[in-house]
């Protein structure tokens, strides 16, 4: 996938420093559209702020766009594909406009930008702009010189500047929670798995940037912070002394902002969960009793294929240490089932090791081969129909043990920080400790706070109770 990198569609050098605003005044109206997991949710939110600052301003109203940015997902196919089916409905918006005289920029940024580059105006020339997720904060800069040029332009390098200082300060949280990168990229290399590709190696911010950050959000009303990375329990940002900081000592660090409530953090392997981390779920009251930690499969011969670097049994006594020092723990975990080669018995130790677990929550995955991966070149790819039942088997489990783990929560008061208003009026949403959403009358003033609220009942998504 580095082929792409540096590539112009006219094969000239990468996009230089071009003046912001190319010179020219900016604006209009952006609609920005986010597939996939968080680390994209956060991006887009800086897209916006960046291109604010640059006198643009948002739409939900993809009709009136003057600028349509799809943040693209490339983990699976069926997530890359999703961004082909929506550029066809955009070409034709596209081509109204232009019949009418009006200019529409249509950028693809994020991980199918870096993984497809070039390619991807090829199959859809409709697209104006090709922006990997290292680049997005040249996107004002890009979309002006595209406009300028009249051209398709593809930046997928991964440039020796660091995008977070060069993207505006965080604009005011819409949210009393916010996401916050902390690390990116992953040095693992699972034999499923793009994210090294799509991500580049794995680099950690500084914890005097990251408190910036964090101190700014806090500021503008945010009680909650996610710290995100792809593997963000091997986060090792430049510390306040100058030497690395594990992800416990950034935890540590910023638990010392007044005002910030709440800090969880995602993604981890379990090969980075370490003893200092481990302990820091038992010191540490505002980090949250919730760990995603992804097993992907119970079956030892398949975690090897996968490069995962660790069996089945450490992974158990592993969630054993963590469960000794925090027993008050929410775990969820990631499930890939057909990986290639995997057998009903293999399939079945997936499940063993689910039940010998027990899971608040959990994410489950037919296997999906990507280009570029060792994987998608092994023998014996389980057939669709296999995947499929594999899945729903698995499913029906992870159904049980959901529900079992929000049925022991009735009758709990726990602390909830409301989110944001509920369907009804005088409702109102928030989050438990352990992420489960949880509906309740409160008062608006409720908003942005942590409130005890005695669980009465819960449904399949969300619990429900009482303000105490
Ligand atoms: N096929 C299916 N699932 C995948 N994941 C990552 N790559 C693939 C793939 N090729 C899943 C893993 C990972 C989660 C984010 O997505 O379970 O933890
Ligand atoms: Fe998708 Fe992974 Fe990229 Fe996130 S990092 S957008 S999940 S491919």
């Known amino acids: 996938m580095d082929d792409h990198a540096r590539m112009q569609l006219d094969g000239s050098e990468p996009v230089s420093d071009v003046e912001p605003n190319g010179g020219r005044p900016h604006g209009g109206r952006v609609f920005l559209k986010t597939f996939g997991c968080q680390m994209n949710v956060y991006d887009s939110e800086r897209i916006n702020e960046a291109l604010a600052v640059n006198g643009y301003s948002e739409t939900s109203d993809l009709e009136a766009a003057d600028v349509v940015i799809l943040n693209t997902c490339h983990i699976r196919e ?38 497809e580059g070039a390619e991807i ?80 190696a794995e680099y950690s911010r500084s914890v005097g940037d990251v408190e910036r950050e964090a101190r700014s959000l806090v500021a503008s009303g945010v009680r909650e912070i996610t710290l995100l990375g792809q593997n963000v329990n091997g986060y090792h ?35 980075d ?22 097993f992907q499969s119970g079956a030892d011969r398949i975690l090897a294929a996968m490069n995962r670097k660790h069996t089945g049994a450490e992974y158990v006594a592993l969630i054993e240490r963590i469960r000794a020092a925090q027993p008050d723990l929410a775990l969820s975990t990631d499930v890939i089932v057909g990986f290639p080669g995997e057998t009903d018995a293999e399939f079945e130790d997936t499940l063993e090791l689910f039940r010998e677990v027990g899971f608040a929550a959990a994410f489950s995955f ?25 899945l729903a088997r698995l499913q029906q489990l992870i159904e049980v043990q959901q529900r079992a783990f929000a049925e022991s929560c009735v009758g709990r008061t726990l602390p909830v920080l409301f989110e944001k208003p ?43 109770g009482v303000i105490r």
Do not use: W
């Open 78 to 115: 069926k997530a890359a594909e999703k961004v082909y089916s929506d550029l066809g409905r955009i070409r034709q918006l596209k081509e109204q406009r232009a019949a009418d005289g009006i200019d529409t920029v249509v950028a693809i940024v994020g991980c199918v930008a870096q993984a």
């Open 366 to 390: 037919k296997y999906s081969p990507r280009p570029g991966t060792p994987a998608e070149k092994l023998p014996d790819q389980v057939p669709e129909e296999v995947k499929t039942e594999r």
């Open 422 to 464: 509920g369907r009804r009026a005088g409702q109102m949403i928030g989050r438990s400790p352990y992420l489960q959403s949880v509906h309740a009358e409160a008062p608006q003033e409720a908003l942005g706070k942590i409130v005890s609220v005695e669980i009465s009942s819960f449904g399949p998504n969300s619990l429900a």
């Open 237 to 271: 940002g430049t510390g306040p002394d100058g030497e690395p900081c594990t992800l416990a000592g950034l935890v540590t660090h910023l638990a010392r902002i007044d005002g910030l409530e709440r800090i969880r953090y995602t993604t981890s392997h379990p090969r």
């Open 121 to 200: 105006v090829r199959r859809a020339p409709v697209v104006d702009l090709v922006v990997g997720p290292q680049s997005y904060h040249r996107i004002p800069e890009l979309i002006a010189r595209s406009r300028i040029e009249g051209r398709s332009l593809v930046e997928t390098a991964f440039p020796e500047e660091e995008k977070f200082a060069h993207l505006p300060q965080r604009a005011k949280a819409r949210a009393p929670t916010a996401f916050l990168t902390v690390q990116e990229g992953c040095d693992k290399f699972c034999t499923f798995c793009v994210v090294p590709y799509t991500r580049g």
């Open 273 to 294: 969960m370490t003893d200092d981390l481990i302990e820091a779920h038992a010191r540490e009251s505002k980090l949250m009793p919730y760990l995603h930690l992804p």
